[in-house]
Structures are given as C-alpha cells and as structure tokens.
C-alpha cells in the first residue's frame, strides 16, 4: 500500500491538515503527515514534540544544501523560500504514493516546488486560495491539480469541510486505484501547433506501430511538460516539430516555455529530431493586447483572444541563435531539419506570413551557428512543414538518431 503525504504549516493550519488527513486514512490509505512551518515558534519545536504531525520541520530542513540554519533565518520570507528548496529535497527521496498541500499563496509557492520534483503520474492535490487564478507558476508542467480553496484555509466551516473532504477523498482514490499502464512501446515526445497538425499527425501516425507517441500542444506549459517527462526518464526520444515557443521567449509572447527550453534534451542526451515549426510566429492575446511597440507588424487574428504576429528577420535571426546554442550544449544524437518550402499554414506563397527574408535568416542563421558533426546535423528540406514528404524525412532522420 502507498503512503500518501500531507503537507502543510501545522502551526496555522494543524487543524484542517489533522481534517484532512483523518479522512484520507479513514478510506483505507496510509498518511503520513508532514510540517513545513517556519514562523519563529517553529524554531523552538521544531525538534520537541509540539507538531502533531509525523515529520517536523527540523526534519524537512535538514534536507536542505546549507542544513537547517539556511532555512530558519528568524525572516519570514527567506525561511519560506529556503524550506521551498529543503521540501523539494526531501519529498522525492520518500516512498510517496500521492501528496496533498493546503496553503494560501506563501503555502502554495513553499509546496508545488516540491511535487513539481515528483515524477509526472505521482498523485499530486494542492489546496490553494489563489487556485482560482493564473497557476501557471506553480504548475509549470507537471501535472498538480489546483483546488480552489473558495474559503480561506483557516479553520473548518460548512464549505471547507466540503472542499477539503473532496481533496482528502480525491487523493484516497488515485492512491487506492492507481492505472496500469501496459504499453512495451518507447514513448516519444512530439510537439504541435495548430498550424502544424498534418505534419506532426502524419508523424505520430506512422511512429504509433513500434512507438508509444505522446502529442504536447506548443503553448509554453506544453513544451515544459514534454521536457519535465524527458528530465524523468519517461520519454525515450523526441520530435520537436513545433519549437514556436521560442519565438515568444525571445518576442515577449504569450505562450513562452521560458530560457530552459531544450535545456533537458541537452542534459539527457535524449535522441532528437527538431524543426523549424511556426517559428514564423509569436502569439498575443486579443488584438487589442498587442503591444503597442508591434502595431505596425504584419498581425493576424487567429481567433478572437489569440493574435499572431509575424517574426521579421532580426527576430529569426535571435531564434535560430537561441536554438543553436542549445543543439550545440546536447551531448546525444540531434538532427534539425529546415523546412524551406515554408515553416507553417500561414508560411507559403499567397499565405499572410509567407516572408522568404525572415526564413532565408532563419535557416542561414542555424547552418552557420550550429556546430555540425557527425552526432549533430542541420539539413535542408525542399519541402513545406506540412507536405507529406516533409514528414517521411523527419521519419527517416528519427530512424538514424533513435
């Protein structure tokens, strides 16, 4: 049987995370419960036995690099951070079966850093007063459940003991009925775009009969979710047809997957097969998001809350930079093939982002700046992103490296 993880301040929040916790166990799964307090009481018992939970803070803090000291400063701020660091050292090395978090915002941001470390399919329920919001900081792209608190996490009242019990029992059942998996195929990660889908499909088809492929839509938290399975050895070779992130790290977009993109397929060695997909764009919200510094930028509505901006020459020539100083850092198999004939939809003759210039800097700008041998290639395509010929030379490229 699994051990699930209850963590939180106890010193706030002793008497929801005691609710919770009794509930879990009540359903037939063993708790252990887990204090992370770090107010200046919790210096004094941290080691004494005033914690009503199984492990106190003194224990967590132990975890961290600097030992317990680097955690309680006597400084609210600091110590919350540093215990972020010293729970996200511990918390792996234990046999967790699933985790639930109660906090408001200091709580949330001590926690999910924590469940982030666990592996993606490890139940993870965070409990939070500002779950209602962007928790985009918190999840980044492991897979924690965000539970709006709707009351604040202080004290049981008719609405929190409703919302705590469904966390409580939630958990209870994904540590009770956990899902196979049966699947002897290798996963491999592909990353798509709207305006690449015939490609990656026409991919993730032909790969299905000797591989397992996992589909992850390019809108930042799905390029971070692909490297976070890469980083936990759960997927055995990638695809990254769709880099477009990229271009909203660079351009100040929406949909940025941040600086550490491909920074897991360097430290893994991951087999890799890249391309140039949609790196014609960067996304913004409505158009009346757009930055006003872009407004005179070849703009295209691609429906009303998302507006594409075209990537001009100065822009790719940064991508292909950024890029290729990833490429040149991986230490396994990589292979980036250019599309010429055209790097999405929108990217071809009569289309509103076909710009021959911006591309030309594109695939120029990775030619030279990739440090080509025999383990690391750039190759050139005639082809469109989304021609069929394009997907059986990234097939045949996928053959070499895998």
Known sequence: ????????????????????????????????????????????????????????????????????DAVFT?????????????????????????????GGSGGTALITPAMRALAVGVPKIMVSTVASGDVSAYVAGSDIAMLHSVTDVAGLNRISRQVLGNAAHALAGACLHPVPVHDDRTAIGLTMFGVTTPCVQAVSTALAERFDPLVFHATGTGGMAMEKLVDDRLIGGVLDISTTEVCDHIAGGVLSAGETRMDAIARTGVPYVGSCGALDMVNFGAMDTVPTMYTERTLYPHNPQITLMRTDVEECTRIAEFIAGKLNACSGPVRFLLPTGGVSALD???????????DA????????????????????????????EFATELLALFDEVI
């Open 361 to 388: 800097a594109l695939f120029g700008t990775l030619e030279r700046a990739v440090r080509q041998n025999t383990d690391r290639r750039v190759i050139r395509s005639r082809h469109h992103i989304n021609d069929p």
């Open 1 to 68: 049987m699994t051990t699930a993880y209850i963590i939180g301040t106890f010193d706030t929040k002793g008497t929801e995370l005691d609710y919770v916790a009794e509930l879990v166990r009540a359903a037939g799964v063993p708790v252990c419960t887990v204090d992370i307090s770090t107010t200046a009481a919790s210096t004094v018992y941290k080691a004494s036995t005033e914690s009503s939970a199984h492990i106190e803070p003194g224990t967590v803090a132990a975890a961290h690099p600097g030992g317990p």
């Open 348 to 358: 071809a003759p009569g289309q509103p982002f076909h710009h021959p210039e911006a």
């Open 74 to 102: 006597g400084d609210r701020g600091s110590a919350v951070a540093e215990m972020a660091v010293a729970l996200a050292a511990w918390l792996p090395a234990q046999p967790v079966g699933g985790v639930l978090g109660l």
